[in-house]
């Protein structure tokens, strides 16, 4: 991870904070988890330098201090994670390294820290500020810690919320012996390729309001700056064939305008999230995309004649984007989720995303449950059937995987 001259004294700054915080004299709330990981693939590998089987572990420890009657307030998650096999996905991340002060009707925060907007269950197309961690899973809800500075205010009429963002993080990918991934290597070694003058290092800026109305629940954002997806990826090495087997990523400008909501009506929740992104920079300057997922979830609260509740999902995906870009371009998802309500917590999300194109099915499971006081275990299950040359899931056709975590909380 490359770091600037202001990333190290930020981070140096930070650092000496959280030695003070340790002092005898100052109360620390610590906690976190160590986890381990098999991941175990049903077919041999499309490229002989990937594994069938992978172990990994990963610890995330937090430290939190509060004072002045929680005015003020400091918090630091720091992760780590060591695989077996895939270079790239034995890494570290600051997911948390920030104060935050409240001054009246302001809040402030500055530092390194994680955001989230959105409604949907299978995208998240507005939530935008921080990176996607792509080694951690496939699902994308894994992300980077971002350098920020945050002013906002909560008032009758709404909550506005300004964000400063003064440093990139790049997207992690998969190394050559990393799975799933995609059929072409990218190279995060090489410099990535920024397609205007200030590079990583550009400003960025955003901006979102939100407010309830009764039942209804919205949020406008906007965002000028990187895009957090690449635009493009250009090659850098080929096989002897003459196609590609490495390359990097090109990251541009955007604008990106998004609009979020749900509304209740009983156990029914309906939701959206949509936005409209005009490019910068670079070869795409001046051309627009448009995305959206519109959908729903029913809950059968105590669909068992006990405390268990039974939600059906169902949420559509539209793109106008080419279909090479994103595998969410004409798709349907459906789940359904089952809340136990027992003492374990357990948990379990099953469904399918479905291609109206090309008939194309990614399954996924989802399990979890707590084990005694401190354990928790965590189960997934991720197919691809029906995969098509020249679209995005064509790389994972041989990656059906299992996967099962064990974390110790403290």
Known sequence: MRVSTAMKHLLTGFILATALMQTPAIAAQWSGYVSGQYRGFFEDPADPRQHKNY????????????????????????????????????????????????????????????????????????????????????????????????????????????????WFRERTFPGPEGRPRPEVVVDTDSDAIYDFEAGQDHIDLALRYSHYIGEWEFGLSYFS????????????????????????PVYSLINQAGIDGQVFFGDWTWKLEAINKEYRSGVRKGSHTFQSVFGFEYTWVGFTGGASDLGFVVEYHYSDANARETIFDNDLATALRFVL????????????????????????????????????LEAELRTYNGTEEDRPLFSFRFDNFAQIDLAYHF
């Open 341 to 376: 309500n027992d003492a374990q917590s357990t948990e379990v999300l099953m469904g399918f995303l479905t291609d109206a194109d090309t008939r194309t099915v990614a399954g996924f499971i989802e399990a979890s449950r707590r084990m005694g006081q401190n354990w928790v």
């Open 225 to 248: 700056g990187i895009d957090r997806l690449p635009s493009n990826f250009v090659p850098v090495t080929f096989a002897p064939n003459g196609q590609p087997s490495a390359v990097v």
């Open 55 to 166: 172990l990994s572990a990963a610890a995330e420890p937090e430290f939190y201090h509060d004072w002045r009657g929680g005015d003020h307030s400091f918090n630091t998650i720091l992760f780590y994670r060591v695989d077996q096999y895939d270079d790239n996905r034995t890494h570290g991340d600051i997911r948390e390294l920030s104060w935050t002060g409240v001054f009246d009707a302001f809040e402030v925060t500055a530092g390194i820290s994680k955001v989230f907007w959105g409604v949907a269950e299978t995208q998240h197309l507005v939530d935008i500020i921080n990176q996607t961690d792509l080694v951690e899973s496939v699902d994308a809800e894994d992300k980077l810690g971002q350098p920020m500075v945050r002013l906002g205010t909560a008032r009758d009429w709404g909550n506005l919320d300004f964000f400063v963002l003064p």
